[in-house]
């Protein structure tokens, strides 16, 4: 032992640890030689054990009294030197790979991994909105949790619901539904996205429902007059060839198709023709000014950029090509 003052040195006669306060709840020591006491010139320890409740830095003190020998024998005394010696316990929990302190833990595909496992987390892509799971097959599935929903009605201008009609949505995310009898469409999508929802339908068994020589008769009307039909709508219907404009030659191929001479009618107005159209279907937010009425061109599909909210009423009128009259029957396929 050194003497901190005059830098003398004393043999040690023995060392007593009185105590260690300080340590963590559930964590005790034991001493070997059991009564604490260490001789001069032999070994002894201090077994700390115990399960710590909680993890941390605990600052410690080991109060110990050392006791020196002055002078030389048989002038010599012994002095007991009360000595507190600091330090710091430190208690880590062990990761699911049992290593203390690690950084290991179970993915939810209930895989131990990370740290130095070796095994990289399974399925979870860092999107918040998104429930990531594992699908038991070594893949993983990310159901969306942000989601809103575009919906509408896709209806005639009389507001009958158009059943069979295909609605197509397009962008960061693709899907497809058919309209059952009241005309209604919805989609879930993700929040952010850009979107675009097209309807279509061509699958009219009768094509021709709904065309007949009444309508040939009004749309010669309005070729004469220019001003006959009461809707933007009738026009559209009226404009049997594509062309963009009522005329004569679509009171041809509307004949044709009521003497089922064609089953549709053309996709353009250009030579040769190419037929196949059935339907048209317009943006229900669009405004046309009139009359006199100048619909074309028209809105045909509805897009959404970085959709941040529901959208309901997203309606669409359909028009049956030829039928001016609104004589179409939603009950005959």
């Known amino acids: 032992f050194t003497d901190p003052n005059s830098g003398t ?6 060392i007593k640890v009185n105590s260690i306060t300080g340590l963590p ?23 700390i054990s115990g399960t710590p409740t909680a993890a941390g830095t605990y600052p410690t003190v080991t109060n110990t009294t050392i006791t020196v020998t002055i002078g030389t024998c048989p002038l010599c005394f012994e002095v007991p030197i009360d000595t507190p010696l600091a330090g710091i316990f430190v208690v880590q929990p062990k990761d699911c790979a049992g290593i203390c302190g690690g950084t290991a833990t179970v993915d939810n595909c209930g895989i131990c991994s990370g740290g130095i496992t070796g095994i990289l987390p399974n399925c979870d892509d860092g ?8 699908n038991g097959q070594g893949g993983c599935t990310h159901q969306q949790t942000c989601t809103v929903t575009i919906s509408g009605k896709i209806q005639t201008e009389t507001g009958v619901g158009i059943p069979g009609v295909t609605v197509n949505l397009t962008g960061t995310e693709a899907e497809s539904m058919v309209t059952a009898s009241d ?73 044709k198709v009521v003497l089922s001479n064609t089953q549709t009618f053309p996709l353009t107005s250009s030579t040769p023709l190419t037929y196949g159209r059935l339907w048209e279907f317009v943006n229900s937010d669009q405004v046309f000014p009139g009359p006199p009425f100048s619909p074309f061109p028209f809105a045909r599909t509805r897009t959404y950029n ?14 049956k090509v030829g039928d001016v009259n609104n004589t179409w029957n939603a009950g005959t396929p």
């Open 127 to 134: 999107d918040a909105c998104t429930q990531d799971t594992c």
């Open 9 to 14: 040195v004393y043999p040690i006669k023995k």
């Open 183 to 255: 005309g209604l469409y919805s989609f879930t999508v993700a929040l952010g996205g850009s979107y675009t929802v097209t309807p279509s339908k061509s699958n009219d068994v009768i094509t021709n429902n709904g065309v007949t020589t009444a309508d040939i008769s009004l749309i010669r009307k309005q070729v004469l007059t220019n001003n006959f039909f009461t809707s933007a709508y009738k026009i559209i219907a009226a404009d049997a060839n594509n062309s963009g404009t009522v005329s004569t030659a679509d009171i041809t191929f509307t004949r």
């Open 306 to 319: 970085n959709i941040s909210q529901s959208y309901a009423n997203q309606n669409f009128i359909g028009v």
């Open 25 to 47: 709840a559930g964590v005790t020591y034991q001493c070997n030689p059991s009564n604490c006491t260490i001789n001069g010139g032999s070994k002894g320890c201090i077994l």
